[in-house]
């Protein structure tokens, strides 16, 4: 039922570590089996928050590429209107699942950082969507 060798960062040295190890391997610091299981578990999360905003911030990437093809191929547009629904709602999971995870993770705050790139590149993107398409019309 216990996973093992799940990483963790040592609570005090914040290596990487085992969580199924008795002491850090790094500086010895005895590991608590409870704390350690705790810890592995925020870092699996804080690990899926990251790929899930790496995701996210592409996803947004491509919107931008959709909206330029969009504007030689008509069909695009179709690509454009589904990141436009996708992304906000791809945002919402995301801040729903790991919006509130307590962590000084690095990885982390990177991952906050990809999302808001994510918005801000969604944006724009979304708007001159928008914009140009009442214009042809
Ligand atoms: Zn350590």
């Given at each position: 039922m216990i996973p093992q060798n799940r990483i963790l960062p040592c609570p005090n040295c914040r290596q990487m570590i085992y969580?199924?190890?008795?002491?850090?391997?790094?500086?010895d610091a005895p590991l608590d089996r409870q704390v350690a299981e705790v810890a592995a578990e925020v870092q699996e999360k804080v690990n899926e928050a990251c790929n899930h905003a790496k995701w996210i911030r592409n996803m947004a990437g491509a919107m931008w590429i959709l909206l330029l093809i969009s504007f030689i191929f008509t069909a695009g547009t179709a690509g454009v209107f589904a990141f436009f629904f996708l992304i906000p709602l791809y945002l919402i999971f995301w801040q729903f699942k790991f919006g509130s995870l307590k962590t000084v993770d690095p990885d982390y705050q990177k991952a906050k950082r990809d999302r808001l790139i994510a918005l801000a590149l969604w944006l724009p993107a979304g708007f001159i969507k928008l914009l140009t398409f009442y214009v042809i019309i």
């Open positions: 969580s199924d190890s008795d002491k850090c391997r790094f500086c």
